[in-house]
């Protein structure tokens, strides 16, 4: 539930902030839109078909993964091989690479917005949408997912991560 709610949250007040940055050109409501396509897609739908049928917890009876997407994946997609779970952050559009982008990009458009089209609301998003990026890197993954995950010895976030160790 909160790696999924941060993620949820995450993504809507990235699209939010895009699109109270941009605004006041015609651009926004477009980019603002493609950005919550783009991120809800990747996440929510891509995942559960390419990356949660190789994982372990595709295979385990009654689990659940941190995510809960292996019960999703289950009933929509063909078992995958645990051999290509770490492919997952390989290559230029791997599934880690388009999940870091959903997470990056609200950041990197709100600072040009906030600079062009400053409102203390555009100010209080962005610290928003930050400050879920740290809890999900500092605290979700290290304390709370990927230190207890089944995958981790597989996974390229839990090498990344130095949770193997522990």
Not at 75 to 87: C, I, Q
Not at 121 to 148: A, Q
Request: aromatic share 16%.
């Amino acid at each position: 539930m909160i790696y999924n709610g941060v993620t949820v949250l995450h993504f809507l007040l990235g699209g939010i902030g895009i699109i109270l940055g941009y605004g006041f050109s015609w651009i926004g409501y477009p980019l603002g839109f493609v950005y919550l396509a783009f991120s809800f897609l990747q996440m929510y739908l891509i995942m559960p078909f390419a990356v949660c049928p190789n994982c372990v917890y595709y295979g385990i009876k009654n689990s659940i993964c941190p995510s809960g997407f292996n019960m999703i994946s289950r009933k929509l997609a063909k078992e995958g091989n645990l051999k290509d779970f770490s492919k997952r952050g390989k290559g230029l559009f791997s599934h880690n690479k388009l999940y870091m982008a959903a997470l990056f990009v609200p950041i990197i458009a709100m600072i040009p917005a906030l600079i062009l089209n400053f409102s203390f609301l555009l100010l209080g998003i962005l610290l928003g949408v930050t400050g879920l990026l740290l809890f999900r890197f500092l605290v979700i993954f290290p304390k709370i997912v990927c230190v207890h995950c089944k995958a981790k010895y597989e996974c390229p976030n839990a090498e990344r991560t130095g949770v193997r160790n522990m």
